[in-house]
């Protein structure tokens, strides 16, 4: 599936404000009128939603666990590098320390 090259963001107010003067482009009396069957029908014909099956049985609910603060030194460049990433960056660092940790516990083969 191609992406698009421009996402506009709107806040919750400005999509309310587009709603109420019909200029949302979403059609919600016709969203509305859809029968079970018919949005079970989209879903299926949707190619993103190829194969996808989720059993619900088997689902499990796992929180996240309490982040700990940490204040470290670490070198300049390392920080640079990851603070270019943008914002999410620290999360960026803790995915891959996670790795790290994961793959020494569990070396491949």
Known sequence: MAR???TARYTDEELRAL???????SDWKRAAAMTQADIEA?????PDEADMAVD?????????QPKAVLNMR???DVLDYFRRKGKGYQTLINAVLRAYVRQKEHPPG
């Open 74 to 76: 670490i070198d300049r």
């Open 42 to 46: 989209a879903i299926a014909s949707d």
């Open 4 to 6: 698009k090259e421009h």
């Open 56 to 64: 619900w049985e088997s689902a499990t609910v796992e929180l996240p």
């Open 19 to 25: 709603q109420r003067e019909g200029k949302d482009r």
